[in-house]
């Protein structure tokens, strides 16, 4: 097995660099995005994606360029990808919000060449995933008060609308998309999926097969050590071995740390959804009728 990848550190961009100008890196470096969405795996994704000799990606894993750092410029962001040379394959980014609106138009206007990888989750249970991670920074006593306060909850789950966007500046061939169900089934063909379609090494083993990331551990240590100020450690027990190690005992004994969405709740959010849901059905050829149970 290839070792897993290292990412070198970034360059400073051009215009903070006293010694002299740089050149600029080309925008055609950049071969792929995963555009989102929020929830539906992406950590994982990333995390193997690293570990590929043939795949570049920044430092960090998500630069938030094209949804809330795009005031910093294009030469910015392509800074991320300077040490991308030309061993590598495939050269890219993992977000979780380029599908959403504006920031694919944005995408579009500097890398219309590029590959597009979208994972879908059920959408209810992307927005109560969301909820829960989200509630104690933001105040939210209950997951009807949230999606009442924040629109953005149920929005992230309106698949087809994002993909409607997306289609109006690339063609169809050129996304992937992925349903999170499918990580959880078969986590070696999913990644192998993902390889295929960027045109990398499809037999590379990943160590991230059979583990899981950025899973929501106990709702009630996260507000505790959030409270706390410990939030970083959190995160990174979360991607830590002990972390696998604690959702996996978690799934063993039957709880998800959280209680089930309220059956009105659940009901009523899927009548929102039922008709993007049916559209991305048919759009994926994919049968989704148990989404609507």
């Not at 959403?100 to 979208?118: D, Q, T, Y």
């Not at 050129?174 to 169900?181: A, I, P, S, W």
Request: positive net charge.
């Amino acid at each position: 097995m290839p070792p897993p990848q290292t990412q070198p550190e970034q360059s400073a961009p051009a215009g903070n660099n006293p010694g002299g100008a740089v050149a600029a890196v080309d925008p055609a470096t950049v071969t792929f995005l995963m555009v989102g969405c929020q929830r539906c795996g992406t950590t994982w994704v990333d995390a193997a994606l690293r570990e590929h000799p043939q795949i570049f990606l920044p430092a960090q894993k998500q630069t938030y360029f094209f949804d809330r750092n795009y005031e910093r410029g294009i030469g910015w962001y392509l800074e991320n990808f300077r040490q991308a040379g030309a061993a590598y394959g495939a050269v890219g980014e993992i977000a979780t919000g380029y599908s959403l609106p504006g920031a694919v138009e944005r995408m579009a206007e500097h890398f219309p060449h590029i590959k597009l990888i979208m994972a879908v989750r059920h959408p209810v249970d992307r927005a109560y995933s969301n909820y829960q991670v989200r509630k104690q920074e933001s105040g939210w006593a209950s997951f009807e008060e949230a999606i009442e306060r924040d629109p953005d909850l149920v929005d992230r789950g309106m698949y087809m609308k994002q993909i409607d966007s997306i289609l109006r500046h690339y063609k169809k061939e050129d996304l992937l998309v992925l349903f999170y169900e499918d990580l959880a089934s078969d986590d070696r063909a999913y990644l192998k999926s993902i390889l295929s379609f960027l045109g990398v090494d499809g037999d590379f083993e990943s160590n991230q097969i059979g583990r899981q990331r950025n899973s929501a551990m106990y709702p009630r240590t996260r507000r505790v050590m959030t409270r706390l100020g410990l939030k970083p450690v959190l995160n990174a027990v979360s991607r830590s071995a002990l972390g696998d190690a604690i959702r996996s005992a978690k799934k063993r004994w039957g709880g998800r740390g959280y209680k089930a969405v309220a059956p009105a709740t659940r009901s009523r959010l899927m009548e929102t959804f039922r008709q993007d849901t049916r559209k991305l059905a048919e759009f994926t050829g994919r049968d989704l009728s148990h989404w609507e149970a």
